[in-house]
């Protein structure tokens, strides 16, 4: 992280975007929960319904902060969190320098950001623990370890608290799932940068 | 033992001398009555060169504290060639004298001229005065069968008990196991069910009977297959304890020289020195909780160099790089032992037992909590044996591939692309015997080959790599190996995975028939050592 990011830390702003379908609304309120009730801080939602639920694009907009938020909607995410190409492209366009663009890396291929971006195959994962559902939370893991917007206690309780009964334990081992993803793309950026890329060095 | 009885008891140095030039040197000694030193035991040979490393291990472990094999100088052994190969025999058993904490300087190579006498007793009393100072050797002599000669082994109750243990009677005699076995699909006569119907009927002592219960394979097939659950294999190695404890020799390969070697690593003061090898890059930390297990691949190297270039202890370096990759820097034990699985599936349990009583208690008191290992033998005897013989463990064992597969899928890696038309052969101790042959499967499933064709028969079904414990290998063995050869050939791969050493050891050794060199040859690398080449961060 950038030096300009961790200042903005005090303030940052969210976009989750996908289709309808995939728990775009839910991650998005899972990281505004878990950063307002678990790690007392403010944060407001928005979330875009209407046909987008249904299937078409849809968004949910989150800010987090240390101080009261006085306005909701986010112009320039500081967070562009995106699974599916349409959702990507509607906002790539409102994506800085500064912002963390954070994918799955099978339903948005093409991407052409000016920031950081990180990718996983969050649906695929979840697929293989057994339910596409969870694409989602494998995501939240994903941003928790790469960005640290929340506490990981924080962001398991808001998803014990979320999910249907009787998958909370699923739904935690999506999230670890995701998070140790995210910090073995951290740890393997860092070695590359060291110039270790593999075993034989 | 103490200090105090190696002083005691004298050193004994075994002297092979040849019969031509030097022993008319050493003649010489004897006539001028000089002083040989009582210490000093001669045995005349026609040759150095006929001198193998089996015999020149063995004298150590029949209790010699220094081997002394001295001939004539290179171009004037009467036979040619008879100097170079004692110089490379001595070379490599001091290798393998090196890695079990003994030291080469125990074994000597030296030549004199007839008129050379003195020169020869000044080699000698240097030598004894080297050893006085190193003191006796630690191994000690094996234990091995306690014979059971009084008991007739066809009637014995060690039989029936064996019978009954491997429930020999519920065999419905349905023959799946002998369509099965590959050893009786290459035309060999031997039948596993006529093994057991001997058993019943007490013929275990025909000859035929004998041969083939040291050719069995181990290798399950037909366990596999068996309707009635026929532990075949296990019977097998236990039967072979019984031929044992009867006298009867084993029909172990290479003059027995690897038994000796693993034999001799049954003896309580023996210290090996291993790891002195590995790689400067390599991280270790001998304080982690993580042990790596390597086994005995830098004996098969130095053993097998002369005829087959084989590099198994890489495998071992590469799987401590996959550790470190994963940012594991586990512990090495500088005086790890042989496991003992050769041993027990060779019919000597006596010392296996020995062996692995050994291991346990140092392992246990190691304190750490798993042990890695990449070797399927190693994995199934600290895993499954140990503890059926009544051996826990304090900690987990873990194959390589398991901690791989669980690290791999957590992490953000890729595999770069290999360049090979990939077919894989299987471990006959990982696959069947521990029963996981989704275990490299998994991992070959995430490198990015031109292609992976699995071979004719493969998994549960894969034919194995020809011996077993390093008996009974014959001509049999080698069509089989040559059969799986070809069967890798057609599936066109140009690069033959494997998952143990030894069946890179074996396979690598049907290559080297002479007639078919070019039709068999494949390249062949351990699938620890193809992902560490081919992993990466993403
Ligand atoms: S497969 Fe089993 S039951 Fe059939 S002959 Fe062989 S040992 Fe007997
Ligand atoms: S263990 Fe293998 S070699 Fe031995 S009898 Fe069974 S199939 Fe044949
Ligand atoms: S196949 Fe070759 S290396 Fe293996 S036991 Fe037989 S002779 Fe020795």
């Given at each position: 992280m950038t030096d300009k990011e961790k200042n903005t830390i005090a303030q940052t702003e969210i976009i989750v975007t996908g289709f309808g379908g995939q728990g775009i609304i839910l991650a998005g309120k899972i990281l505004g929960m878990a950063a307002s009730l678990g790690d007392h801080k403010e944060s407001t939602l928005v979330q875009a319904y209407g046909p987008e639920s249904r299937g078409g694009a849809c968004n949910a907009q989150v800010i987090i902060s240390n101080t009261p938020i006085h306005y909701p909607y986010v112009q320039y995410p500081d967070i562009l969190i995106a699974m599916s190409q349409a959702g990507y492209d509607k906002f790539a366009g409102q994506i800085t320098e500064d912002s963390i663009l954070l994918i799955d890396q099978d339903l948005v291929p093409t991407v052409d950001a000016p920031c950081p971006a990180y990718a996983i195959s969050s649906t695929r994962m979840a697929e293989k623990l057994g339910?596409?559902?969870?694409a989602n939370i494998i995501m939240v893991g994903f941003t928790t370890a790469i960005t640290q917007l929340v506490s990981t206690s924080s962001a398991e309780d808001m998803i014990a608290k979320s999910v249907p009964k009787g998958t909370e334990q699923k739904n935690i081992a999506a999230f670890t799932k995701g998070y140790d993803y995210g910090l073995s793309t951290l740890k393997g950026r860092e070695r590359k940068a060291a110039g270790q890329t593999g075993a034989i060095v | 033992m103490t200090m105090h009885n190696k002083e005691s008891s004298p050193i004994k140095i075994i002297l092979f001398l040849c019969n031509w030039g030097a022993h008319a040197a050493y003649q010489t000694l004897q006539d001028e009555q000089r002083p040989i030193p009582d210490e000093v035991h001669m045995v005349r040979i026609p040759c150095t060169g006929r001198i193998d490393r089996a015999l020149l291990l063995k004298a150590f472990s029949m209790g010699g504290d220094g081997v002394a094999l001295v001939g004539c100088d290179p171009g004037t052994c009467r036979y040619g060639t008879g100097t170079a190969t004692a110089q490379r025999n001595t070379k490599d058993t001091g290798m393998i004298l090196d890695l079990l904490g003994l030291?080469?300087?125990r074994l000597r190579f030296a030549s004199f001229l007839p008129d050379e006498s003195e020169k020869l007793l000044l080699f000698l009393e240097t030598f004894l005065h080297d050893l006085q100072q190193r003191g006796k050797t630690s191994i000690q002599p094996a234990v091995g069968a306690q014979p059971v000669?009084?008991?007739?082994?066809?009637?014995?109750p060690e039989l029936q008990q064996l019978i009954a243990a491997h429930d020999i009677y519920a065999c419905q005699d349905c023959g799946k196991c002998s369509s099965a076995c590959p050893l009786a699909l290459i035309g060999k006569p031997f039948s596993a069910r006529g093994i057991a119907t001997a058993a019943i009927a007490g013929n275990l002592n025909d000859e035929s009977v004998k041969e083939n219960v040291w050719s069995c394979l181990t290798c399950g097939l037909c366990y596999e297959r068996c309707p009635s659950a026929v532990n075949f294999p296990k019977f097998i190695k236990e039967l072979r304890h019984l031929y044992k404890q009867n006298n009867k020799l084993g029909d172990e390969t290479h003059g027995g020289f690897l038994h000796a070697l693993m034999r001799s690593m049954a003896s309580p003061e023996l210290t090996p020195n291993r790891w002195q090898d590995i790689p400067q890059e390599l991280q270790v930390d001998q304080k982690s909780n993580i042990l790596f297990y390597g086994g005995c691949a830098p004996y098969y190297d130095i053993f097998f160099n002369k005829h087959l270039d084989v590099h198994t202890e890489k495998i071992l370096f590469d799987a401590i790089r996959l550790l470190n990759f994963f940012d594991v820097h586990p512990r090495l034990l500088k005086d790890e032992r042989c496991c003992g699985h050769d041993l027990l599936w060779s019919g000597d349990k006596e010392c296996f037992l020995q062996i692995a009583r050994l291991n346990a208690d140092r392992l246990n008191s190691l304190g750490i909590d798993t042990m890695i290992t990449s070797c399927p033998e190693c994995y199934m005897t600290f895993n499954t044996t140990y503890p059926a013989h009544?051996?826990?463990?304090n900690f987990e064992v873990i194959h390589l591939y398991e901690f791989l597969e669980k690290e791999i899928d957590r992490s953000a890696v890729s595999f770069k692309p290999l360049a090979k038309n990939i077919t894989f052969q299987d471990s006959c101790r990982l696959t069947r015997l521990e029963d996981k042959p989704e275990l490299p499967r998994q991992l070959l499933d995430r490198l990015s080959p031109e292609s992976f064709q699995e071979m004719q028969e493969s998994g549960r079904a894969a034919v194995c790599c020809g011996n077993s414990a390093w008996t009974g290998c014959d001509s049999y063995s080698k069509a089989m190996q040559v059969k799986r050869l070809e069967q890798a050939q057609d599936t066109g791969a140009d690069l033959l995975v494997t998952a143990c050493p030894k069946c890179q050891i074996h396979l690598k050794c049907a290559m080297e028939d002479p007639l078919r060199l070019n039709k068999l040859s494949i390249d062949m690398q351990d699938l620890t050592s193809v992902i560490a080449q081919s992993i990466s961060w993403k």
């Open positions: 339910n596409k559902m969870m | 030291g080469s300087d000669t009084n008991i007739p082994m066809n009637a014995g009544g051996l826990a463990l």
